[in-house]
């Protein structure tokens, strides 16, 4: 059973305390890290890593997803942060590939404890609501600081050639890579996926302009839902708010443009979104800021009438979901990120 699913910073140096590793369904190696934040887990897609090569961080998108995914009749099922949309046996041919857990969320869920869009809820009374744990730990410093724990961990493995180490991120996964990036100094090349380099709240205004200009709703509606919109950003800002609503932070964290880390970072960057994709709309003005700046390691890359998860989309703007691409990008990358020369996609 297969599903596509992607919804996808301050540097304290921090020190593990303690290590233990298990080897799950043959395939991966789990990685329990304790630190003074509380457990990380991470997988290295490699149930015994012995030889040497470099590391490829895969950061995922939102919400409480597995990293595995246990089904009554199927059993284990790896999700890996999405990394089953797409042929991630290429990238282990030549890195170690990582995925860190999301904060709070088990690695391994049985499908009963598991909502319709196959996230985790935990304790949550609601299904839809993410456990009130993970929320409260799902804010960009956190993802970042715990990807650095990871990375320093790993660095000193001998199995690990730290003269590369390759960073991709889709989706919220992009604002923690953009961050790590400028914070962690070892990091060669830097992929971007599906992101919006200037925050994350600002979609809600265009999508409200979209579905005017598409005649779903009129003006005076959009205008109500940019005035809420502006409404839930403000109390995202505000701190007595803050402490009583711990999703806010996610908001507000997330909502910070990435544009300064990205010119922050003076190594290769690969930014690639489909042209669809309301979330990454705004990113191709990212080449404006870089030629102002005078700054010439960013490359672009589009796939065109594809939406955000790289579906192909309909004349109805619905994605055909026999049409994916993923494929194609994380070949595209890993080609980049080999050194071969890259050209603008014409699909």
Request: with cysteine.
């Amino acid at each position: 059973m297969k599903f596509i699913l992607f919804i996808c910073f301050l540097f304290i140096p921090q020190t593990i305390f303690g290590q233990n590793t298990r080897v799950i369904n043959h395939e991966s190696t789990l990685f329990e890290l304790e630190n003074p934040n509380g457990k990380i887990d991470f997988l290295v897609i490699d149930p015994a890593p012995k030889s040497k090569k470099p590391l490829f961080l895969f950061c995922q998108g939102s919400l409480p997803l597995p990293l595995y995914f246990n089904y009554k009749k199927e059993g284990l099922s790896l999700f890996g942060g999405g990394l089953t949309n797409f042929n991630y046996q290429e990238i282990i041919k030549s890195y170690h590939l990582v995925v860190i857990s999301m904060p709070e969320t088990p690695v391994i869920v049985d499908e009963s404890q598991l909502n319709d869009s196959y996230w985790y809820y935990g304790d949550s009374k609601d299904k839809n609501i993410p456990s009130m744990a993970y929320q409260k730990a799902d804010y960009l410093d956190n993802y970042v600081d715990r990807a650095v724990a990871v990375l320093d961990y790993l660095s000193g493995k001998p199995w690990v050639d730290n003269s590369q180490l390759v960073v991709f991120g889709h989706s919220q996964g992009g604002h923690v890579a953009s961050k790590l990036a400028y914070r962690y100094k070892k990091i060669s090349k830097l992929g971007l996926s599906g992101t919006n380099i200037f925050g994350r709240v600002d979609q809600d205004i265009r999508q409200a302009k979209r579905d005017v200009q598409k005649g779903k709703i009129s003006w005076q509606q959009a205008s109500q839902k940019i005035e809420q919109t502006y409404a839930f950003y403000k109390d995202a800002n505000d701190p007595e708010k803050l402490k009583n609503n711990p999703n806010l932070r996610s908001w507000k964290s997330f909502s910070q443009p990435a544009i300064d880390d990205l010119l922050g970072f003076n190594k290769p960057i690969y930014l690639v979104f489909g042209t669809e994709d309301i979330v990454s709309e705004l990113n191709d003005l990212v080449p404006l800021y870089f030629i102002r700046n005078h700054k010439n390691n960013l490359t672009i890359k589009r796939y065109y009438n594809q939406e955000h998860n790289y579906f192909e989309v309909q004349n109805d703007g619905r994605p055909d979901y026999d049409k994916p691409h993923w494929n194609d990008v994380m070949k595209d990358f890993l080609t980049w990120t080999l050194g071969s020369k890259q050209t603008e996609n014409s699909n």
